[in-house]
């Protein structure tokens, strides 16, 4: 019979010597070397010499222990500067790890991840210490995932490309179709009031008028994707957007899913562009449906809340609207929900873009928010989405368009538009509420009535572009002959107003399409303002 005895622990690591330290060593694949006080190799293991040379293995021989080996900062012929060399820190007892290194071996330089480890002494201080290098094909692996990520990054440049092609076209024919549909609004709300209330010409015309305003909306959306327009802001009350939203929606959510709206009766007024307040509303409402499967519930909700600057993560505190849309659906792992608002990140496979969430995040960012979401798998998701709020006193401005008698006048107006259907719209708009109207096509003829016109002239409604000139020309010319003279620019393109530099004193801008409610209101507006000295002198300084 034989016995065999396991050893004990005592007896395997009394089996350990140090005679036994290289041996260690040359069984780690990483290059390791042992570097003494005065900075010299007293040891390098098996990987070190493979990398580095048979020359280094000499160095670490007795009869050379001052010998060093060069490193250079990758890229150039520069010494790594000593200081930052992570063995000379390790020796003062730090532990330090570079990646900007060049080491000199026998077939030329290779640029590697260098560490440094301290090897503390009996008294706590370094008495050696350990040098590691990773040689490049130790790294495979990370560059397999760098090549995954180069990949990833130009399929978002792709798509990055194909919606700012998206936005240049809608900004190229945005001035165009926006003069189309304010002609269209205009002679629809001329028809419609020649019916009487309750008529069912009435009716059809009431649905020309949606339409033209379902197709603002679709204009001033795809104008979002064009990086080179500023958003508008104006105020815009949370409850009138959401809750058109959620009716809209709950056309397109399955029977099966139970869709519930409560707007609290003090969400207010936020400061945004509409279209955008209606893509967070719709984003969300639209990733809540996707996340149920078969039946389950989904929950719209608006409010107002004090959020205080520890919830709002150091943005101001406040009182703020609350947009929350809740669902019952699958909900998201804590890997996943750290992505939601990556660019291009779906949950969806091949059906999603990537970008609704991502859309949410920028608008919200931009209006000086933050979004808040609860999830778990299994028990659905939660988004809060808060505003902040304006003061509670309701800007002079906003003037309720929807109630009592249109805005009338007695002054003398110019129009001058290169669109003829747009000027006789805009005439008959205005002769109707009992201004006295001047009209010119374009800049040339509407500069000569100005040099000829006696009479005082009280405001120029004009585009901002036309054929033969702009905005700037016609600035000119009434700063010569009517000084006093207000004016209101137009125009549908994305940008005329910030990039024209126009807008100041005794100048103000409507965007097309408009409607007869916010054009007339806009020019008793601009008409009742107070007279501003010297308006010509400071628009003047701008040209």
């Known amino acids: 019979m034989r016995l065999r005895l396991t050893p004990t622990r ?19 694949p990483a290059a390791v070397l042992l570097v003494d006080t005065d900075e010299s190799v007293i040891h390098a293991n098996v990987a070190a010499r493979e990398l580095l040379g048979s020359g280094i293995a000499d160095r670490a021989q007795p009869e050379g222990p001052g010998a060093r080996f060069p490193l250079y900062v990758a890229g150039t012929n520069m010494s790594y500067p ?70 990833e990054l130009e399929v978002r440049l792709q798509h990055a490309r194909k919606l700012d092609t998206v936005g240049r076209l809608a900004a190229g024919v945005a001035h165009d179709v926006n003069t189309l549909l304010t002609v269209i609004s205009a002679n629809a709300q001329f028809a419609r009031d020649a019916f009487a209330p309750g008529d069912r010409g009435a009716a059809e015309v009431d649905e020309i008028l949606l339409a033209v305003n379902r197709g603002s909306r679709l204009m001033r959306t795809l104008l979002g994707y064009d990086k080179r327009r500023e958003p508008r802001p104006v105020p815009v009350d949370v409850n009138e957007v959401v809750g058109k939203i959620a009716e809209t929606m709950r056309r397109v959510i399955d029977e099966r899913i139970e869709l519930t709206v409560a707007l609290g009766p003090d969400a207010g007024r936020i400061l945004i562009e509409e279209t955008q307040l209606e893509q967070v509303a719709m984003n969300l409402i639209v990733n809540a449906r996707d996340a149920i499967v078969g039946t389950g519930q989904l929950s ?19 009182v703020y609207a609350e947009l929350t849309v809740a669902d019952s659906g699958i909900g998201m792992t804590p890997d996943v929900a750290r992505r939601i608002f990556d660019p291009y990140f779906s949950t969806k496979d091949e059906h999603g873009m990537g970008l609704g969430l991502t859309t949410v995040d920028r608008i919200v960012r931009q209006a000086g928010g933050h979004v808040e979401v609860r999830t778990e798998p299994g028990a659905g998701t939660r988004f809060s989405v808060y505003f902040p709020l304006p003061g509670s006193r309701k800007p002079e401005s906003i003037t309720a368009h929807n109630t009592g008698e249109l805005p009338r006048g007695s002054e003398t107006v110019l129009v001058v538009d290169d669109d003829e259907s747009l000027c006789a719209a805009l005439t008959r708009m205005l002769d109707r509420q009992g201004y006295r109207v001047l009209s010119a096509s374009h800049g040339s003829p509407a500069i000569r009535l100005l040099r000829n016109l006696q009479e005082p002239l009280h405001l120029v409604i004009a585009d901002v572009v036309t054929r033969d000139g702009g905005a700037q020309d016609l600035l000119e010319a009434l700063s010569e002959t009517h000084p006093s003279t207000r004016l209101l620019l137009m125009s549908g393109y994305a940008d005329d107003e910030a990039r024209m530099g126009l807008i100041g004193p005794g100048v103000s801008f409507i965007a097309k399409p408009y409607t007869r409610e916010g054009m007339l209101y806009t020019v008793r507006e601009v008409l009742d303002a107070p007279e501003l000295a010297g308006r010509m002198q400071d628009a003047g300084g701008r040209m």
């Open 10 to 28: 005592e007896q395997r690591l009394a089996f350990f010597t140090p005679a036994m330290l290289p041996q260690i060593l040359n069984a780690i």
């Open 82 to 151: 000593r200081e930052r060399l992570p063995v000379a820190r390790a020796l003062r007892g730090e532990r330090a790890a570079v990646e900007d290194v060049e080491v000199e071996h026998p077939r030329g330089r290779m640029r590697m991840r260098v560490e440094g480890v301290p090897v503390v002494g009996g008294h706590g201080e370094a008495v050696l210490a350990a040098a590691v290098l990773y040689e490049p094909r130790r790294r495979k692996a990370d560059r397999a995932i760098s090549e995954e990520r180069q990949r």
């Open 300 to 318: 719209v909700r608006t409010a107002r809340a004090w959020l205080d600057a520890d919830f709002t993560g150091g943005t101001e505190a406040g």
